[in-house]
């Protein structure tokens, strides 16, 4: 057994919650919200009657009530017919006394009637009531007519639990019966209308539990059954006595009738259990809150959310029910709470129950309790015209009905859950508290900030810190300055975290300033993490929110505008981890390489440039340091720009090897070498700045490579890929004089190159003679010269005859005229006497060619001379029939041309076909020609007034032929320099295409 709350159990719920919840005062901006009120109206449809109302029942679509006359009257709401009205006592034809009045709650097409007789009821004294009937009225046949339930006669019905699911117009469906002797029956009624005579309108009677047991005044005042919304065989029972509440919970079988038999056979053998409460008075209530939802399937459903129980002078008694089944399930009411009645609500004489409120009824006003707070919320006085207060009635659309002496309203409760947010809060219950609450409004925040404070104060700090991120309009500073102050990082970190998630792009100066700070904290924890834990198996939890957080689109963001000062934060906490991988992540490699290089490790900086998504996107990073890793590690940079190969370019990578010769090392100058010989050799790189550097650096390290490399480019000067002046200039600085015999040969300077080659050998210097033969200049003057530069060489250095006679034979430029000056006046003739002997025999067969070839240009020209006298006499033939080649017409109609080809024009057709192919000077002297020979004087005048003779005449005409007449225009040059010129002038072209079309 349940025993009632006491008062200090009363009192517990808010004094423990005031142990943890000091509440704030509420803006007095909530407290204009609209008040909770009740709206009531006069049903207008209802006329007013001469004699007083009695009993009132509803259902969602109909209404029905009673007269003291015993007249009933029945009103479809919604069907918007005339009220229907019943004289009891002529249908029945005798005098009687309406005891109760039931009615279906869903449609109203079920109306019970529990009557006595007035003779009875006059004749029983006051101790033993007077034997009930109970009669039965379906609405929904054309003409009502009461129809007395046979089965149940002799019981007095004090209570009827309709059955909400399972009924039609026709039958009520398994229906619960309360009798003012404890007895519950289960009944089913079925209405024939079709029948004219019924003998009993219940299918089945059957009594399925004694509540009273032996105690035979034990009445039923309430009964209410409903199924479970998520088992189809599970229904509960709520039962209500005078002073005992009783709930019933069992399985049942549906194909068997009564169906409800085998909840109540649960409690044959064990006590049912019950809330018992003192009641001096014969009269208590019991209502149920049905509320409507949308279920999965989107239909609207009607389900039991509260069940309150009154009884006078003691209070209310209200609960929840727990409306879905769980295994073990035996009790449905939870939640349980009692509401007092202060003196003036203790004499109720009805009440309903809202959704949040017990309106009780008294004769002269309505009072509103909160079954939340057991406070009033308000009273309201009733209209003394109507006459007294007799009942409240509620439908399970939220319509309320009040029923007076001589009228009934209709209203509702008006803003009844507007100020429940309010209620909530104050009992310290923030989720229903913004369950009850608009989102994003000044209440939402409202509650949220108690909810975070509440958190706070009972050092519910992570809790706390995600409550006050979510409020709007919250002084971010002091906020963040309460968690600062007390040394909670974890829940400040938490609040930035979720503050930082609502910032929109347009709040960027809030949002840097939070990254940044987030970093600074995360940083800080990761730094002691580092110091606490020698080893880090792993990756640990406060890395990967790290990572998480550096995931964030606004943190990117920000970090990418502010990336200097994030990495210096990074820096300062020596994070050379999370350094690398944020640079990475912004392509940011110039930030990672001078990392690397402030912490010694070249080789990774290195390493770093070879990868391909750095040497494509950000080529200029290798450049730039290119200095930095030569000084530090030649020989591994090196290897890496040989490994990239064609990735880079080696013209733009020489700038960055080129150092001055007081820094460059003799191991960076090697590498730098190999580095270049690379380039050359396999990269097949030919620019003059690559070949030039190389000589340089081979002058200084390596001049023994400078004539390797001079013979692999070659003689040719305009084949070779290196600066020849320059590189002249470092090998006379140097002293490498084979190597400048070759530059100035290249140049030109070939007595320049001979004497240096002199200097080393006469081989050489004949080589270099040689060279200056095969030169595309071939001067024979200057090759002559510089042989004699080797024979007076070799006369004067050597004073050796024989030599000087070996070399005359060797070059067939100089003969011993050329060299004899050079010998000494005392040398004998003898040794010179072969020689001369020579030289006289080749003068003489120069002359002897060169009189055969005048003779034989003197029979030249005589050939000539014979050839054009016989030309002058060549004619041809012109037959009648002959025909111009442009025109076709006769050829001697006109003047024309003949050429030796055989083709033939006339003068004019001919000036006509060349036109298009002559400059304009030209057309224009031939216009000229042609006015001066073809005017009708016998003397042609011109402008300056002297006459044309024949001589002159003849003199024009030969002009013109020279013009127009030089070669055949269809076998001459003309044709063959035009051959692609279009068929259509492009002036032409557009009237021909029109043409065709």
């Known amino acids: 057994m349940v025993t009632p709350p006491n008062n200090q159990s009363k009192s517990s719920l808010m004094s423990d919650l005031e142990n943890h919840f000091t509440l704030l005062g509420i803006d007095d901006e909530f407290e204009k919200d609209e008040h909770p009120t009740l709206s009531l109206a006069k049903l207008k449809s209802v006329p007013t009657v001469s004699t007083k109302y009695q009993f009132m029942v509803i259902s969602e679509d109909s209404i029905a009530f009673t007269t003291v006359n015993n007249i009933l009257s029945y009103l479809n709401r919604k069907a918007a017919k005339k009220i229907e009205e019943i004289d009891i006592n002529k249908c029945l034809g005798y005098s009687c006394k309406i005891k109760h009045l039931f009615m279906d709650p869903v449609f109203g097409y079920h109306i019970l009637i529990s009557l006595t007789s007035s003779s009875n009821a006059n004749s029983m004294s006051a101790s033993v009531a007077p034997p009930c009937d109970l009669f039965y009225l379906n609405t929904s046949t054309p003409n009502y007519k009461l129809k007395q339930m046979n ?81 189809s065989d599970r229904y509960f029972i709520i039962v209500t006595t005078i002073s005992r509440l009783y709930q019933f919970v069992g399985k049942t079988n549906l194909d068997e009738k009564p169906f409800l038999v085998s909840v109540f056979n649960n409690y044959l053998h064990i006590p049912e259990g019950f809330l018992e409460m003192p009641n001096d008075n014969d009269w208590s209530q019991l209502q149920i809150c049905f509320l409507k939802k949308t279920n999965d399937s989107g239909k609207i459903v009607t389900y039991p959310k509260s069940v309150a129980w009154h009884i006078k002078e003691v209070g209310v008694t209200f609960a929840e029910i727990k409306s879905e089944w769980e295994e073990g399930t035996s009790n449905v009411l939870i939640h349980n709470r009692h509401l007092d009645h202060t003196p003036s609500e203790s004499i109720a004489i009805s009440f309903i129950l809202t959704e949040f409120h017990v309106l009780l009824l008294n004769v002269d006003k309505i009072t509103a309790l909160s079954v939340l707070n057991k406070e009033i919320v308000f009273t309201q006085a009733g209209n003394e015209g109507y006459g007294k207060n007799i009942s409240l009635s509620r439908d399970t659309d939220g319509n309320i009905f009040l029923l007076s002496d001589k009228a009934i309203h209709e209203g ?27 989102p994003n409004s000044k209440k939402f925040s409202l509650i949220m900030e108690k909810e975070a404070e509440h958190l706070f104060n009972r050092k519910m700090f992570m809790e706390s810190a995600s409550t006050y991120a979510q409020i709007e309009g919250l002084s971010f500073e002091v906020t963040a300055l309460k968690f600062l102050e007390i040394g909670q990082i974890e829940a400040l970190k938490l609040y930035l975290l979720k503050t930082l998630e609502k910032l929109t792009s347009l709040e960027s100066a809030h949002i840097t300033l939070i990254t940044l700070w987030l970093l600074e904290i995360f940083e800080k924890q990761l730094a002691d993490e580092r110091h606490n834990s020698e080893v880090l198996r792993g990756q640990s939890q406060l890395q990967e929110s790290f990572e998480t957080f550096l995931s964030l689109p606004n943190v990117q963001t920000c970090i990418r505008n502010n990336k200097e000062t994030a990495y210096n934060i990074m820096s300062s906490h020596g994070d050379s981890h999370n350094l690398i991988k944020l640079a990475a992540s912004f392509n940011d490699y110039e930030i990672i390489v001078r990392h690397y290089l402030e912490e010694d490790q070249v080789l990774s900086a290195i390493n770093l440039l070879k990868e391909d998504s750095v040497v494509f996107k950000h080529k200029n990073l290798i450049y730039t340091f290119l200095p930095e890793f030569m000084s530090l590690a030649p020989k591994d940079t090196v290897l890496i720009l040989k490994k990239l190969g064609h990735k880079i370019e080696p013209l733009s990578v020489l700038p960055y090897l080129i150092f001055p010769s007081d820094v460059l090392t003799d191991n960076e100058a090697i590498e730098v070498i190999n580095y270049l010989e ?72 070939w007595e320049n190159a001979v004497d240096l080659a002199l200097s080393i050998s006469k081989d050489l210097a004949k080589q270099t003679v040689q060279m200056a033969s095969q030169s595309p200049t071939n001067n024979v003057e200057l090759c002559k010269k510089l042989w004699l530069k080797i024979a007076k060489h070799v006369v004067n250095e050597h004073n050796d005859i024989k030599e000087a006679m070996k070399f005359l034979q060797q070059c067939d430029l100089i003969k011993i005229e050329d060299v004899l000056p050079f010998f000494n006046d005392f040398v004998t003739i003898d040794h010179f006497k072969d020689a001369i002997c020579s030289s006289l025999q080749e003068y003489n067969q120069n002359i002897e060619m060169l009189r055969e070839e005048m003779d034989d240009a003197s029979k030249s020209a005589s050939m000539i001379r014979s050839d054009i006298q016989a030309f002058k006499h060549r004619y041809t033939v012109i037959q009648a029939s002959d025909l111009c080649c442009s025109c076709n017409i006769q050829l001697l109609l006109r003047p024309f041309y003949i050429f030796p080809c055989s083709h033939y024009f006339h003068t004019d057709c001919l000036i006509r076909e060349l036109k298009p192919y002559l400059n304009e000077s030209d057309v224009t002297r031939i216009n000229h020609l042609q006015s001066q020979l073809y005017v009708n004087s016998p003397a042609i005048s011109h402008s300056d007034g002297v006459s044309n003779t024949p001589s002159t005449k003849e003199q024009i005409k030969q002009e013109l032929d020279q013009l127009i007449a030089s070669e055949c225009f269809f076998c001459g040059s003309i044709t063959i320099d035009h051959i692609d010129r279009p068929f259509i002038e492009d002036d032409e072209f557009e009237r021909i295409r029109l043409e065709w079309e």
């Open 151 to 231: 089965k149940i006669r002799g019981h007095d019905v004090t209570a009827v639990g309709w059955n909400r699911l399972n009924f039609t117009s026709q039958s009520s469906g398994p229906i619960l019966f309360g009798t003012s002797k404890g007895l519950i029956f289960e009944v089913e009624i079925m209405s024939e209308p079709d029948k004219f005579f019924q003998s009993n309108v219940e299918t089945y009677c059957r009594q399925v539990f004694d509540i009273g047991k032996t105690n035979t005044t034990t009445v039923i005042t309430g009964i209410e059954f409903y199924r479970f919304s998520n088992a």
């Open 412 to 438: 509702k409760f008006i803003h009844e859950d507007k100020s429940i947010w309010k209620v909530y809060l104050d009992m310290g219950d923030f989720s229903l508290a913004k369950k009850n609450c608009e």
């Open 678 to 749: 690379y380039c050359i050799h396999s990269l097949h790189c030919l620019e003059e700045p690559i070949h030039t550097y190389l000589i340089t650096l081979y002058a200084k390290y390596k001049p023994d490579k400078i004539l390797q490399y001079l013979a692999t480019q070659g003689q040719d000067p305009s084949m070779v890929n290196y600066e020849i002046r320059y590189a002249l200039k470092l090998c006379r600085e140097i002293g490498l004089t084979e190597a400048c015999v070759q530059l100035s040969a290249m140049l030109g300077l």
